[in-house]
């Protein structure tokens, strides 16, 4: 979700991107790059791995919330809708109790 979210920034290419505002578009950059360095503790299964991947989705989700009611255009609308599943989706697998057992495991 990091490496998505940092390449789908709403950029120039949607129309209705430039009333986007400035922190709504380094927010996710921020939260990419932290989601990245979560994901890549989760692969080695550590702890912080996994309590960083449910606080970055848990922001990812609440950040494209507003989106789905209030982003300008439909296009954008469409992705903050995918900006909540997602995350949500995410959460839901790590605290499955087969994933949790996968890190006391380690």
Do not use: C, H
């Not at 959460?91 to 087969?98: A, Q, T, W, Y």
């Amino acid at each position: 979700m990091g490496l998505i979210s940092l390449v789908s920034l709403p950029g120039p290419l949607l129309p209705g991107s430039e009333e986007v505002p400035a922190v709504v578009l380094y927010g996710g950059i921020v939260l990419g790059i932290v989601g990245l360095v979560g994901a890549d503790g989760l692969w080695m299964l550590k702890k912080w791995g996994f309590w960083l991947t449910v606080v970055i989705s848990v922001l990812n989700l609440l950040s494209a919330a507003p989106g789905v009611v209030f982003a300008p255009s439909s296009a954008l609308k469409a992705l903050a809708a995918v900006g909540v599943v997602v995350p949500a989706l995410i959460i839901v697998l790590v605290v499955l109790p087969s994933s949790r057992q996968a890190l006391t495991a380690s």
